[in-house]
């Protein structure tokens, strides 16, 4: 995964809720605003609350919402060795049916690591 | 997503049927048969049915099938309030999981529409 | 399934939300109330709004969920025939693995139009 | 899991079976058989489509579909071993979210060999 | 939920266990290994784990594993608060599927909370 | 699907599973080793066990794994009858939304099959 790749995703997810909330209705909306406020700040703080969200995607397989909590997590500062750890659960939880899932999981995550050493 | 991009679609659904039938025994085509029957007029009406499949589909997360229940509902005259109504239904049964598969609904859809213009 | 079941399992569902309310923040309580708000009557009548919820019910093999919508939909008049059309489209776009599900639905609605025989 | 639970289990498939062929209509009925047709001999002997049912109804966890595909196989003949290392490969891909119903699967195989030495 | 029931769901899990390890070979073994340890103190906390392994099973609508991860949490010393913002995260990603599940949860919840009071 | 497709397959699982490997802790590792174990010739032979990884993987609808179970299942001499028995039983029990997935599933088959031809 190039770092390029993590930008095209950023974009298409822009273009695509444009065009959702052209269609929405109010529970639409709703919703999508319940989907940032679980996340925030609380009596857990933000960074767990996003491994919350990523070990929940990695089981229910959705690389597009293991994409967008390893962005998020990377933000958070979560480590390799919490990164590999949140992982780890979700594929003895989820079995090996999650395999194709982590090894894009830690792909775009080795390519976070990369974007970083790049900024130094 | 282009209007191109549907015409694919069914070109590729169609490449791929044809090498199912090649392999396919009796229980498979007597299942390809049942598929199209539940969706005939009866006691609901087609357009009904497309809808119950669009949201099983989307709950269940099958961008292909979601794809395909699009274009029937499309053919059977559903407006974009109630396609909005049903999707609404979907994701508050299926969850965040359910985004991804929702804006890529809503970008087809919003092709479809586009493409009803361009013929006036 | 006896009348007795139906009830029983209204009263716990009761019993149980309170339990929730007693818990919840303000996130959970604005998704009870979407959760109530996309089967109002709207573009799609109530009726083909519980036939969606029951068929997605149905394919994600939710017993409690089907329950409801079972109720509901018969609340909302939907007859045996709209009733078997829906479950059988559920059936065969989630397959087998419904099935044991699919025959609690039918024990139950069965269960549904006895009681409203015994009204009479 | 005493033996009578087995036989409960059976009895109660029978009464619920007969209330969806109340209502069925043609496509339900026809799904039933399709149903028993892709278990029967062919190039793969029932023993292993048995095999391969059961592995599809634990990695989809449910325990009726399990319960049903471990009688079906007591009854070809599968051994001990060859049900442990079908098991096996349905615990892998479906990880620990499978565990209930894996416990659930050798309680019920565990009573099904004991009923067959008390017929000795 | 009464106090007796998480007794009764302990009691009943490792009579369940024992039966396993009766059949299991060697990979079972080893997955019943690796499925403790992933939970273990490491760069993340065991709290957050067992809060990991709680949303992670929520999400995939598994009563027995939620319960199992309620109990640990309980014992880790999670809060009402850390609990309820965990549980909905897995409401949101979810939906209203784990409604019936999510009940359940804080039903147990609240009884683990109530035997504390008892204890003092 | 073109040979060219299968060993892009092939090449890109490599360089993924190097990454994996780059961050995995030992229980990515022993999970690794224990998903390799299980398909191993036993009281089951190699062929049915990939007949069980293939039908587990279409229920649960992942593409990556259907094809690696595909390919393995080539190698192990599985007859086209024979895959399309298999491939029957998973349609079945998993329903229309495994369409998508079986299409591509005997797409690849075909593709297999071809370069068999291209040998002789």
């Known amino acids: 995964m190039t770092e390029n ?15 959702v909330m052209k269609y929405a209705g109010l529970e639409i909306k709703r919703f999508w605003n319940l989907d940032s ?16 969200g990523l070990v929940a995607s990695l089981v229910l397989r959705c690389d597009d919402c293991i994409m967008y909590h390893l962005i ?14 949140a992982l780890a659960i979700g594929l003895i939880v989820g079995g090996s049916i999650t395999i194709p899932h ?19």
Chains 1, 2, 3, 4, 5, 6 share one sequence.
């Not at 406020?37 to 919350?52: F, I, M, N, S, T």
């Open 5 to 19: 790749k993590i930008e095209r995703f950023k974009e298409e997810r822009q273009r695509l809720n444009d065009i």
């Open 37 to 52: 406020r679980v996340y925030k700040d609380g009596a857990l703080p933000k960074k767990v609350k996003e491994l919350l």
């Open 72 to 85: 998020r997590s990377h933000e958070e500062g979560v480590t390799d060795e919490e990164m590999e750890e």
């Open 102 to 120: 982590l090894r894009r999981a830690f792909d775009a995550w080795d390519q976070l690591k990369k974007s970083d050493a790049n900024k130094d």
